[in-house]
């Protein structure tokens, strides 16, 4: 079977490999996924530079968050799980030890309680994206801050996958959003999308904006995936008790500069404004959720994009030969969609 192999830690387009490998056996507890597709996330070339909150061991298979396939073959005495049955396989829910195998290979042993089931009617694209993106939205919301309707929440990079089911999520519950863009020609898009304020870093001034929209006093509860000086401008228009949740740290990805990798905060307002900065990081919380929760909140996840509340935006299929056009499209600047590998095989009934 092909695999994309990074040999060591390193930037993706230097370090990634066609290889080609047994298909792997299943052990005990196991199942064997073949998968359909899977995504290439940021953080899934951060994991292969080696700045992630995990590191795997190398020779690795990339790809560390989630696919959609199908359970090809179980391993001894392994139940619950029926062959041809359509599985999300994900970081999921709390399984202790080393992180799961990367996804981007044609199969994939792994533990079936990292599995869920997923009905045919949602498309590969959708099914592949399911677990990380959607249910970090729904925990930010409604877990983390919970936000209550007619609040104000401020996001930063709303253009993201996750900025937009936020948006979605946000308009289903009342709730109102400042989503903050760095690109002109993306303000539009997020207004059209149902984002009630857009703030555009290119040409206008956050702090001012927020003022305007939300008063003087600022906003109660924001969440930023950018970090460094746009994280620290979403701290100081924070309202005095205000909380911030950092989840990601895309203005960082590419640098290796540790003393760069930074949100300065201002000391004084953190202190006599006592406004809290704390991070979410979602393989922590399935380290701490119960298995029950983590379950309910992935079901709940299904369900809403099931139903149309959330849209995952729709992903670009690439074959795996095609990886450093992919990988390059991965952290483009202004791309339409997220890039996915898809697997192609003799399989009935599939859509997507
Ligand atoms: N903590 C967690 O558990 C968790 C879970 C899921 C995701 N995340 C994080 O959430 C973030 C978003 O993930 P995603 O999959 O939704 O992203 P995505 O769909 O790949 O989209 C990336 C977006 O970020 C914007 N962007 C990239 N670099 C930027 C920068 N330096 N400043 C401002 N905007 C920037 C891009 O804007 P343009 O359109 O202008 O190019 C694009 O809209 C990532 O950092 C990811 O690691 C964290």
Not at 142 to 166: I, K, M, Y
Request: hydrophobic share 40%; net charge negative; with cysteine.
């Amino acid at each position: 079977m092909r695999a994309l192999v990074a040999g060591e830690a390193g930037e993706p387009s230097d370090v990634l490999r066609l290889e080609s490998r047994p298909v792997p056996t299943p052990e005990t507890g196991q199942a064997l996924i073949r998968v359909h597709a899977t995504p290439i996330h940021a953080s899934d070339l951060h994991v292969l530079r080696g700045r992630y909150g995990f590191a795997p061991e190398f020779p690795t298979v990339g790809g560390h968050m989630e696919c959609v396939g199908r359970v090809a073959a179980l391993g001894p005495d392994t139940e619950g799980r029926k062959i041809g049955e359509r599985v999300v396989a994900a970081a999921l829910p709390a399984v202790p030890g080393p992180p799961m195998a990367g996804t981007w290979q044609e199969y994939l042993a792994i533990d079936t309680r990292r599995l869920l089931t997923v009905p045919d009617h949602l498309s590969d694209s959708d099914a592949c994206q399911l677990a990380v993106n959607p249910l970090t939205a729904l925990l930010l919301v409604t877990h983390e801050l919970d936000v209550q309707p007619g609040e104000w929440l401020l996001q930063t990079a709303a253009g993201s996958t996750v900025g937009r089911l936020v948006i979605q999520l946000a308009r289903h519950l009342g709730i109102r959003t400042i989503n903050v863009v760095r690109r002109r020609d993306a303000v539009e898009e997020i207004k059209a999308l149902g984002g009630d304020e857009v703030i555009c870093t290119e040409d206008e001034n956050l702090l001012q904006r927020v003022a305007e929209i939300a008063g003087s006093a600022g906003v109660r509860k924001a969440i930023d995936c950018v970090a460094g000086q746009v994280g620290a401008q979403v701290s100081q228009a924070l309202a005095p008790g205000g909380e911030l949740v950092v989840y990601g740290a895309l203005s960082t990805h590419r640098q290796t500069d540790p003393a760069a990798l930074t949100i300065p905060l201002q000391a004084r307002s953190v202190i006599y404004e006592t406004k809290t900065v704390r991070g979410f990081w979602l393989n922590r919380w399935f380290g701490t959720a119960s298995p029950e929760e983590a379950l309910r909140a992935l079901s709940q996840v299904r369900g809403l994009v099931a139903d149309g509340v959330l849209s995952i935006p729709q992903g670009r299929p690439f074959p795996l030969e095609h990886f450093p056009e992919a990988v390059a499209l991965a952290e483009a600047p202004a791309r339409d969609s997220k890039p996915l590998f898809v697997f192609e095989d003799d399989r009935e009934g599939d859509n997507g």
